[in-house]
């Protein structure tokens, strides 16, 4: 791990900052956004895909078990001093999302329906975290924001309506509450990325709970786990290095630096990053309409982030 993350990790951040050179906060923010929702885009269909072997709730908790594992050897190697008492308290309400809301809530509705129509009720991610982060950041964004942010909320939930024969009611209730779980962890994740950087945000995150997933997570571990295709594994090691923590690594600084409401939006295209996981590695049958809503919501997000420009802009002329 020491060497993966030293010659890989390090590296990558470094080529990114003289890369960027040049570029404003918000631009780096928004690149960065960009690239953290294509590495959560693979999330979903992982999370179908796994717990069609494994108990949802053993992948649920382990990916906090296992990954505040990796997050303690980083912050260990890198010497990261402890975080204060303010931080602590912002960090433990960040892990009611991160570590238990949001990962177990979508590994029970994965287990129920398929991975397409979780990935298009998540949709209205970036309007729970936009509305949460605002408030917390004191963030004031201009009323077409949200307008288009309730536009794509709007979509999100005519198409869960349009859809008829998709799996049982209540998962839709489960993706619900995950939004509702992630929402609140990235808000207070990206305010506490205003303080610490963002790849401590998360692994504190992971470490301060951590232990409380131990034991759930070794009485639901497979008695059976030879049996058990090796994708299925490697799939749930992408969901607890990638989806857990390295991801978190570039959105908690995206965050930081381009400001939470307007990075989140950017949220939006995992919708379409995903359905093509989705379609293309496990073959889910997507129809016309499918596609359809998520031209509409994509569309939507880039309006959104042109009425936050142009609001800047005015502000600053």
Known sequence: MHNWYQSFLIPTFQHFQQFSQGWSEQTKGLVLGVLAVMLFSFTLPLSHYVTQSLDPWFVGMGRTAFGGVLAAAILWKKQAPLPNRQQIKWLLLSSLGITLGFPVCISLAMSLTESSRGIIVIGVLPLATAVIGAVLAKERMPKAFWLFALAGAGLVFGFTASQQSSGPQWA???????????????????????????????????????????????????????????????????????????????????????????????????????????????????????WLFAILIITVVAMGNKSVRLARQRLKA
């Open 172 to 290: 839709d209730l489960l993706l619900l509450l995950a939004v509702l779980s992630a929402g609140f962890g990235y808000a207070t994740g990206g305010k506490l990325s205003k303080e610490l950087p963002g790849w401590q945000v998360i692994s504190w995150t992971l470490v301060l709970v951590m232990p409380f997933f131990w034991v759930p997570t070794a009485m639901l571990f497979p008695t059976e786990s030879a049996q058990i295709e090796l994708g299925v594994w490697l799939a749930f090691a992408y969901l607890i290095i990638i989806s857990q923590l390295l991801g978190f690594f570039l959105w908690n600084s995206a965050m930081g630096l381009g400001g939470i409401a307007l990075v989140s939006q950017t949220q939006l295209l995992q919708i379409f990053f995903s359905l093509l996981i989705a379609d293309i590695l496990f073959g889910e049958q997507l129809n016309a309409w499918t």
